[in-house]
């Protein structure tokens, strides 16, 4: 733990000082909490609250053309070789399933975390549950086979989570194959750069987004676990599609086939408008651009075969080899800077909660981590059959769609 000497010279240099103006008022236990926070967080993201500072550090977009996709027709005719050749790493041991499980269930109109959220109509159907119900439809087909599956959390709700799953038995997973680890937060600020406090022993934080699990895996010494059990390949995942297929074999076996260095489930686009992600290569590598970012030009493209050019949208479900993510472990990767709504506690200790974005939290995104690897499989799946992401209560991408999604694949709720 550092002293409050080292925590005043780490806040010094970047201008956060007023972080310690109610140290004295505080106890010991408010003092050693607010130590140990200044000593974890990176205070010098909050630079990138200077519009000059984030033109200097944001790099523009390169040369953006497309990557063809693996497509169902393909997938279908070697489904079986790729099936076997995904089903021997899993028997092998050498498959991990991460689930990115930091986020609250806040736009569902809950205070738990997301993975909480019950969708069921008749009976309870969480949607951890069903996460898991998927996993263990893999492990059986792997003839029982287990599939290590770590899960990261976030400081919000670490400790909810654990005790939910442990309430309910894990929902049939062995819990010895369950591993968790804590996202790593980032500091949230004004407009101006000035960190905001949430309590006067408490720093305002949010979590560092998606991008960041490998790094909180491995400061959690989860990399090591991943060594010891020969783990080779990791399929990382949100938390909100209740229907997506786990270390699917097949998905496996066909990156693993085609010796590249990641996948990706895609879903071919309902409009070249859908609000997805689009495979593409950028200056060569593998990339991501959203949608925001298509021009008409890129919207309007074509490829050999008439099709959209960018017409495979990613849903948050990736394959990457363990090896090919420890030499990208300590790349700088892009830090997106958000505006927010953000709690905090004004100079005369009131609580205040903004009903409009009163400054930034700062993200790293996986879409960065795709850019930093030399290959990637775009891998077409069924959108019917295994996407049904839960990001509102009602309307496009809810509760409600999600729920008929899961009808239609004859899953009871």
């Known amino acids: 733990m550092i002293t ?43 630079a990138l609250a200077d519009p000059k500072v984030r033109r200097k550090t944001t790099a523009a977009r390169g040369k953006i053309t497309p990557l063809t996709a693996m497509e169902l027709p393909e997938i279908e005719e070697n489904k079986e070789h790729f099936k076997a050749t995904g089903l ?27 993975c909480m959220y019950d969708i ?21 087909e792997a003839d029982g086979h287990m599939i290590p599956f770590f899960i990261m959390t976030s400081k919000k709700n670490d400790a909810v989570t654990r005790e ?50 490998f790094t909180s895996m491995n400061r959690a010494g989860l990399v090591d676990t991943c060594h010891e059990l020969g783990i080779e390949y990791l399929n990382c995942f949100a938390v909100d599609n209740v229907l997506q297929r786990i270390a699917d074999p097949v998905f496996v076996g066909a990156m693993i086939e085609k010796k590249c260095a990641c996948a990706s489930k895609v879903v071919r686009k309902v409009s ?53 993510l420890e030499k990208i472990m300590n790349e700088k990767l892009t830090v997106h800077v ?51 992401p839960i990001k509102n209560r009602t309307g496009v991408d809810s509760v409600e769609s999600a729920r008929e999604l899961c009808k239609g694949c004859g899953i009871s709720l």
Not at 89 to 105: N, T, Y
Not at 131 to 136: A, F, H, K, V
Not at 339 to 356: C, Q, T, V
């Open 88 to 114: 021997e790493a899993i028997r092998a041991g050498k498959v991990g399933a991460v689930l990115l499980a930091g986020g609250m269930g806040t736009r569902l109109g809950s205070d738990n975390p997301k």
């Open 120 to 140: 069921g109509i008749t009976h309870p159907v969480f949607i951890m549950q069903r996460l898991i119900e998927n996993t263990l439809d893999v492990v059986r």
């Open 272 to 324: 070249p408008d859908e609000k997805v992600g689009a495979m593409c290569l950028e200056d060569g590598k593998p990339s991501i651009i959203e949608y925001y970012d298509m021009t008409p030009e890129l919207k309007e493209e074509k490829n050999g075969k008439g099709d959209p050019a960018y017409n495979f949208g990613v849903i948050l479900n990736y394959l990457f080899s363990e090896k090919d």
């Open 4 to 46: 409050y000497e080292e925590a005043m010279a780490k806040l010094q240099q970047d201008g956060q000082e007023h972080v310690l103006a109610y140290y004295d008022e505080l106890d010991e236990a408010g003092k050693q909490h607010l130590l140990k926070q200044i000593e974890e967080l990176d205070f010098s993201v909050l």
């Open 164 to 213: 939910f799953l442990k309430e309910h038995d894990y929902f049939g997973y062995d819990p010895s194959f369950v591993y968790f680890f804590e996202q790593e937060m980032a500091p949230a600020c004004d407009y101006n750069g000035r960190v905001y406090m949430e309590e006067k022993d408490t720093i305002a934080t949010s979590p560092n987004g998606n991008g960041g699990w």
């Open 338 to 388: 958000v505006e927010k709504k953000i709690p905090y506690l004004d100079p005369f200790g009131n609580h205040i909660k903004p009903e409009s974005p009163n400054g930034y939290k700062f993200e790293q995104l996986i879409l960065d981590m795709i850019h930093e690897m030399d290959s990637c499989l775009p891998f077409e799946v069924d959108r019917k059959r295994e996407f049904a």
